[in-house]
């Protein structure tokens, strides 16, 4: 990282000392974790500068950058979090925040259209409000590690419509709250709702982020997917995604949230009974999505 045996105090400001000088300065940093980020973070910083050896244009441009992103937040719009998303980084974080063990259902990112409160439905709603889309039952047990259903569990759900959009991005075309839904599962810890078959859809792609992506050859699409948090007493929470198998995009998620693990198909049912139970015409479309919740005290 540093040449060994470099003053750079006495010496002054060297290339080759560079990130030791800026290291004595946070020497005296109260918080041992603070310290322990700002030490990290200008190692790797200086490294990342020496590496690339930016031109002074270069550099200049990275600020600008960053300037550019922070403007375009609002309450509505998080372009740093977008930022990170296809930077992997929410998708790393996850996965060092949830190393649940491996019988428990598969976590990854909460993303960005979680901004308003789930409104509470009853077991076999419809949370289709504009019917904007291909109708289909949405269905699953929430069961802990050892196969025990979850009576009550939580399931809270959230998605796009069957053009790509979520309700708080078209707050003049979609009715308020549509597609989002909280259910409580049943004494057997089944839950079951009639929704759409989401589509995949573009990240907010008209600002610096969407023009990174341009730059770089990346395209700024999602594979269909439901949001999924299910939480239930004793357990450690669970917010994922339900991915439609045969989506485009499911092999490169511009926001690299795809876990093989959480691909379902949309199948088919001719079942009258089924049908029946779920207060639909037959035959009709079901994804299952039955889920398994570490238990608190066996969490990795
Ligand atoms: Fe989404």
Request: glycine fraction near 8%.
């Amino acid at each position: 990282m540093t040449t060994a045996g470099s003053a750079p105090r006495r010496g002054g400001f060297s290339e080759d000392g560079s990130a030791e000088i800026v290291l004595e300065s946070f020497a005296h940093t109260p918080d041992p974790r603070l310290k322990r980020l700002m030490t990290s973070f200008v190692e790797h910083l200086h490294a990342f500068v020496k590496d690339v050896e930016p031109t002074e244009e270069e550099w200049e441009q990275a600020i600008g950058f960053l300037t550019e992103v922070g403007h375009m937040c609002d309450a509505t719009r998080q372009e740093f979090v977008l930022l990170s998303d296809v930077l992997g980084v929410s998708a790393l974080v996850d996965a060092i925040n949830h190393r649940n063990p491996a019988a428990a259902t598969d976590s990854t990112v909460l993303g960005p259209f979680h901004m308003v409160e789930s409104p509470r439905r009853e077991l076999g709603s419809d949370i289709s409000l504009d019917h904007n889309g291909e109708p289909c039952v949405f269905a699953g047990q929430v069961r802990s590690f050892d196969g025990t259903p979850l009576p009550g569990a939580r399931v809270d759900v959230w998605q796009a419509n069957g053009a790509g959009f979520y309700d708080v991005q078209q707050p003049d075309v979609q009715p308020e709250r549509n597609l989002r839904g909280l259910f409580a599962a049943d004494d057997h810890g089944r839950f079951w709702l009639r929704t759409v078959v989401p589509r995949h859809y573009p990240i907010p792609d008209d600002g610096p982020v969407g023009r990174l992506l341009d730059a770089t050859g990346r395209h700024p699409n999602r594979p269909a997917h439901i949001h999924v948090i299910a939480e239930a007493d004793g357990h450690t929470p669970l917010t994922t995604h339900v991915f439609v198998e045969g989506s485009p995009y499911l092999d490169s998620d511009a926001v690299f949230g795809v876990k093989r693990s959480l691909i379902r198909p949309v199948t088919v049912i001719d079942d009258p009974l089924r049908a029946d139970h779920y207060d639909v015409s037959n035959p009709f479309k079901l994804i299952e999505f039955d889920i398994v919740l570490a238990p608190v005290t066996e969490r990795a």
